[in-house]
């Protein structure tokens, strides 16, 4: 982009809190003000845009997701929005009818339907007649197959396979990778999809959460090439870690090495444990809704304390961000002990310097909220999973009972102990979809845990540039000097919204002198009209001139 004069809407920016123009010089933010100042600036050098009411943000950053997963399921059959078993079986059904070879499915979640039970392998097989059929469960972490897939993987012979078609462990591994066999041309459609469906909702960078159970190698590659700063096609930044155990610095070094692309870290899907909706997350105590002694009615757990302190020690030797997939009670206090066993081996002041971030910690007590501030651990949550799967009557009340359900996500929890969080969607679990999670933190089934829209945007912009470690500070805000880094949204009212309902008398007062975000509560949520970082167009709405 050259000289652009972006004028007559709104701009949210902390420098000028009334900003309803900015100028953009190549990749960089020029200046930001008042639309008098605009129209004595421009010239004939600039680009004119009439934003016509619409809001400039800084553009999001999503800190956790899967990129060719996501790409993956927008190209499969979309199973979120049934609720039954025959809801479920007719979307499968209309998948076969209308292509060949394996039908795969994603978003089902049993837990939301009148049956509270997976599909079963022969409904899958009247359904499709006989095809291949794997269907994700919404948290990836288990997922339900057809006789036919199941026969060719062999996953009779697996640990995880109970024999109706629903796949857990070993055997959901075997499924998975089955179906996910791609050709260089298939993976380069599918991260395209992906990044360029994270374009058109806002985002300029992502978090890349790659693993050895998630992708190869090979992928990551592929991604990072994609979305390299001289790549030719403009696309969202690709901000990569790799999730794999090490137990000293010099098997680190060697790990580094050997995966031929760059990273932030040996962090992100390094699982403890599961997930809650599988019944896989580790737990101090028993699943509410499994018989009491059922074998595994306390979840599984990965990874033990020691393992933990070998990995982070080893990270914090190197100067890395280590991290962790961590859902349940018991899975935290694993990593709280090994926090803890890692600073007493190379010392309090290198972990906290190297930057470990831990996703989603679900459920933190109060003395590992304290080990997480202590020790500097930053937090990737995904507020959006409270909305989906918190209260009286959601799966976490089910799976765990009211009381400890009522515990989980303490979003206002982490700010109050001075715990760094930043949010993600973890799509392809939940949608690449900012705004639900600014929505999402406003509106926390839980009142005590709500927090304003404003700090849960931070969590959303500027704070993804910070746990990333990025090298620009001004990244993640409108400014003069900052990076061109921005989207432009389609809004119909902008006002300040925050928990306390008492301050929602003087919130649309231009007088407060608080940046104003998209009022959430309308019928409309923002409609991306562009996407830009670094100057570089991302996106583009057919509409926007």
Not at 211 to 236: K, N, Q, R, Y
Request: glycine share 12%; charged share 15%.
């Amino acid at each position: 982009m050259s000289l652009t004069m972006y004028r007559n809407g709104s701009v949210y920016s902390a420098a000028d809190p009334f900003a309803t123009a900015m100028l953009v010089d190549g990749g960089t933010v020029a200046w930001v003000g008042s639309e008098h100042a605009a129209a004595s600036l421009l010239d004939a050098r600039m680009r004119l845009v009439d934003l016509d009411g619409a809001l400039i943000t800084p553009g999001f950053v999503d800190s956790h997701v899967h990129v060719t997963e996501t790409g993956l399921a927008l190209e499969s059959v979309d199973l979120s929005g049934a609720r039954s078993v025959a809801q479920a079986l007719d979307l499968v059904a209309a998948a076969a009818a209308a292509g060949s070879g394996v039908v795969l499915g994603h978003g089902w979640d049993d837990s939301a339907w009148a049956e509270q039970r997976p599909l079963a392998a022969v409904e899958l097989d009247r359904a499709t007649g006989g095809r291949e059929v794997y269907l994700a469960r919404v948290d990836v972490h288990s997922g339900v197959v057809s006789s036919a897939l199941a026969q060719r993987c062999g996953l009779a012979n697996l640990g995880g396979w109970d024999g109706s078609g629903l796949v857990t462990g070993p055997a959901h591994a075997a499924a998975r990778d089955a179906t996910r066999r791609l050709d260089a041309g298939s993976r380069r459609r599918a991260q395209e999809r992906a990044l360029r469906h994270a374009a058109a909702n806002g985002y300029v960078a992502l978090a890349e959460m790659a693993a050895p159970h998630v992708g190869s190698p090979e992928d990551l590659a592929a991604l990072a090439a994609l979305t390299a700063a001289d790549a030719p096609a403009a696309l969202p930044q690709v901000l990569p870690y790799w999730g794999q155990a090490v137990s000293s610095a010099q098997e680190a070094h060697e790990l580094l090495a050997s995966l031929g692309t760059p990273v932030l870290g040996l962090a992100g899907d390094l699982n403890i444990d599961g997930s809650l909706g599988s019944r896989s997350a580790f737990l101090r105590g028993p699943y509410a809704d499994l018989p009491a002694g059922a074998a595994g009615n306390h979840g599984q757990a990965y990874l033990d304390a020691g393992q933990v302190a070998d990995h982070l020690a080893a990270t914090s030797e190197l100067g890395i961000s280590g991290g962790f997939h961590i859902i349940g009670d018991g899975a935290m206090a694993i990593a709280a002990e090994g926090l803890a066993r890692a600073a007493e081996r190379v010392g309090l002041d290198k972990v906290r310097a190297a930057g470990h971030r831990f996703e989603h910690a679900e459920m933190v007590d109060a003395a590992a909220m304290a080990a997480l501030a202590h020790h500097a651990v930053t937090v990737s949550v995904q507020p959006v999973f409270d909305a989906l799967w918190g209260g009286g009557e959601g799966m976490y009340a089910r799976r765990l009972g009211g009381e400890r359900a009522a515990t989980l996500n303490p979003v206002a929890g982490f700010y109050e102990a001075g715990v760094p969080i930043c949010f993600g969607s973890d799509a392809p679990v939940t949608p690449l979809n900012p705004w639900a999670s600014v929505r999402a933190a406003l509106n926390h089934h839980q009142p005590a845990q709500r927090i304003s829209a404003r700090a849960a945007f931070i969590g959303h912009t500027r704070a993804g540039w910070r746990a990333a470690r990025g090298s620009d500070p001004m990244l993640g805000q409108l400014a003069p000097g900052a990076p061109a880094t921005f989207a432009l949204w389609e809004i119909d009212q902008l006002m300040v919204q925050v928990a306390d309902e008492r301050v929602q008398s003087w919130s649309t007062d231009a007088r407060a002198g608080t940046p104003l975000l998209p009022a959430l509560d309308t019928d409309h949520s923002p409609r991306c009209l562009q996407t830009v970082h670094r100057g570089r167009e991302l996106y583009a709405a057919g509409d926007f001139a």
